[in-house]
């Protein structure tokens, strides 16, 4: 039922895919990398939690351009460009207000989709997230950051297990075998190797610090201690940064949340605590 996808257009003429799933209140998911609308469905990875962000909600989910069944040859891939795709599919689905959900680097384009559209938001989640983008923090971050962009340009989709066993366990190093393997499928499915290195160096240069205090809805920030992808304590700077911002910190050490994990089921019980029902 999720798998259903439409295209809208944005401003600057690019094909924006997204789909809709489950019943009730809506519920607004920005944009990530290595999310296809309909591998999703299929994927170890990510089936589970769409599916528990469609049980008690009408989830709203597309692909940014560069990837999926979006445009991936696109001139302008940025944080504004992604900003202005969330507009382009609310209007296309015809939302007037809704709580906004941002995983990983979708927090940034979540926050400054808030900042810029106050009146559209109604709460602001954020999972996994940083306001200030690898390239912008420390010259040993900017320098690690360079070296896995040259990686995806040289094996993104490449057959090769020690790439794929490199970004896994910066991401899921508790994930299964299965989950690991799947996600070679991932890359040669949602993007090409050039569209993933554009896309990591645009979220490297991310800075929405000054954004922050500018934030007025309810937030709710979620973070796992262990994150070896983004740092915990980026989850916290976000927190402390947002007026009156709850921080709920989850036990585990991966980024991407994983079905077998129970913090996965916390996850899911904070956001039916923080929405109304």
């Known amino acids: 039922p999720g798998s259903v996808s439409h295209p809208t257009w944005s401003p600057d003429g690019v094909r924006l895919a997204y789909a809709i799933s489950g019943h009730g209140p809506p519920l607004v998911k920005t944009g990530n990398w290595l999310n296809h609308l309909e591998y999703d469905w299929d994927s170890p990875i990510w089936r589970h939690f769409f599916v528990g962000l469609s049980r008690n909600h009408r ?12 445009d991936w040859d696109v001139a302008d891939i940025s944080l504004d460009a992604w900003v202005n795709d969330v507009a382009t599919v609310v209007d296309a689905v ?8 941002g995983y990983s680097q979708g927090c940034a384009v979540s926050i400054a989709y808030a900042v ?31 070296a896995l962009v040259t990686l995806m340009r040289l094996e993104w989709g ?12 910066r991401m899921m190093p508790e994930a299964a075998k299965e989950q690991v393997d799947t996600f070679n499928d991932l890359q040669r499915k949602t993007t090409s190797a050039e569209c993933a290195a554009r896309y990591f160096e645009t979220t490297g ?14 937030t709710l920030v979620m973070h796992q201690r262990g994150d070896a992808q983004v740092t915990f304590e980026f989850g916290r700077e976000i927190a402390a940064g947002i007026p009156g911002a709850k921080f709920v910190a989850l036990q585990g050490n991966n980024h991407t949340l994983l079905e077998q994990h129970p913090t996965t089921r916390r996850f ?5 605590l923080f929405l109304p029902k």
């Open 268 to 272: 899911f019980e904070e956001i039916n």
């Open 158 to 169: 490449a057959d090769n297990p020690a790439i794929r066993q490199l970004f896994a366990t």
């Open 116 to 146: 810029r559209y106050p009146e559209r938001v109604s709460h602001l989640i954020l999972y996994g997230g940083f306001a200030l983008g690898a390239y912008k923090r420390t010259p040993e971050e900017s320098e690690r950051r360079k």
């Open 59 to 70: 989830l709203v989910r597309y692909d940014p351009r560069g990837t999926g069944l979006s």
């Open 94 to 101: 015809g939302l007037d207000r809704f709580p906004l959900l």
């Open 205 to 218: 240069n991310v800075d929405v610090t000054e954004l922050l205090s500018r934030v007025r809805v309810p």
